[in-house]
């Protein structure tokens, strides 16, 4: 093989593989990971750095509300991984949402699980879940704290209490 042969051939590999990267890329398998959902939401959805962040996951869903000092103002993020092959979580939604700073809002994804959001301003203290099979489970929060609350796919009943066991309102969406 003549040298001007192997400069094209070894040459032309580097540009291959960074073809063969970019097209991976643009697919659309890399998310974000775990650890760095925070950073991306912040950067995303412009959330300023004094803004304190409740969230939850498991190893399908990540919900995050951020809220400033004063709890007047907020935001939530929502990622998801996807099926297949692929890595990392995507951003599947985010924004305000009137029933969080309200009350609780519930969001369904039916094959990655239940998140729900609130600033707290009815002061939920204890979430009541019902499981197929399973008994009852007891979640504490903090009634003086905005919460996320990520919960397994298929609860049957979940109820809501505040400090005087008053049953609190859920107002929870579907999605796909």
Known sequence: ??????????????????????????????????????????????????????????????????????????TYSIYLTHEGLSFGYFFRQGGRDAYMGESVKGIVYEDKGIALLSLNQDRVCKIVVGNPGNAQETIQVDPGKPFVVVLPVGCEEIILYDARENIVSLYDTYTG
Do not use: T
């Open 1 to 74: 093989m003549k040298a001007a042969e192997k400069i094209l051939v070894f040459g032309s590999i580097p540009i291959i593989i960074l073809l063969a990267f970019l097209i991976v890329w643009k697919a659309g398998i890399f998310g974000v990971s775990g650890d760095k959902l925070e950073q991306d939401a912040r950067r995303q959805q412009h959330i300023e750095e004094d803004w304190q962040v409740a969230q939850a996951k498991n190893e399908d869903l990540c919900a995050m509300l951020f809220y400033d000092p004063d709890k007047e103002d907020y």
